[in-house]
Each structure stands twice: as structure tokens, then as C-alpha cells.
């Protein structure tokens, strides 16, 4: 790669890469480990909902090891724009669950 490449690429702030890496982190490691809690109250997942919470999960990883991709689209869609807000839904899931 170039120096004008590698110029043409955004920085990935060091604070934003900390946040993303404390939300993904914990939900990986859950859904991982712990699957089941997950479960809706009348212990079903939503599969539609939980593929949007792994793609959160992933963005937060890519984003919080500090990848940046270099097609604009995947940069998008592994950045904090569409990773936070899904790791918040992620969380919103797992409250819901442990609530109902």
C-alpha cells in the first residue's frame, strides 16, 4: 500500500475503538458461552433480531481492534455508526429477556 493510500483512509479514534471493544466483548462472549440468555419469555429467540445484534457484535470487534476497511461500504457496515446501535439493541435483548 502507499503512503497515499494508507492516506486516504480515516483514523480510527483510540476512545472509540475502547467503547466499541467494552460493548462487543461482553455480548460475544454471552452469546457464546451463554446463549439462553437470550431467550424471549416464552423461550424463543427472535433469529431476525439476533443476526442484527452478530452484526453488531462484529462491527464492534472490527472496529475496536482497529481495521479499517478499505471498500467504503464495508467500512460502513463494520464501523460505530451501525455497530453501536446494534450492540445497544443487543443489550436492550438480554434486559428484556432477564426482565420478562
Do not use: C, K
Not at 424471549?40 to 433480531?49: E, F, M, N, R, V
Not at 443476526?51 to 457484535?57: E, F, T, W
Not at 471498500?71 to 443487543?90: A, D, E, T
Request: charged share 10%; no cysteine.
Amino acid at each position: 500500500m502507499t503512503m497515499q493510500n494508507a492516506e486516504a483512509l480515516p483514523r480510527v479514534h483510540p476512545l472509540g475503538r475502547a467503547l466499541s471493544l467494552l460493548l462487543a466483548a461482553p455480548l460475544a462472549l454471552l452469546l457464546l458461552i451463554h446463549p439462553g440468555l437470550m431467550l424471549d419469555a416464552s423461550g424463543h429467540y427472535s433469529h431476525p433480531l439476533l443476526m442484527l445484534v452478530m452484526l453488531g457484535v462484529s462491527a464492534g470487534l472490527v472496529h475496536g481492534v482497529g481495521f479499517v476497511p478499505r471498500l467504503r461500504l464495508w467500512r460502513l457496515l463494520f464501523g460505530p455508526v451501525v455497530g453501536w446501535p446494534l450492540m445497544l439493541l443487543g443489550y436492550a435483548l438480554l434486559a428484556r429477556a432477564q426482565l420478562g
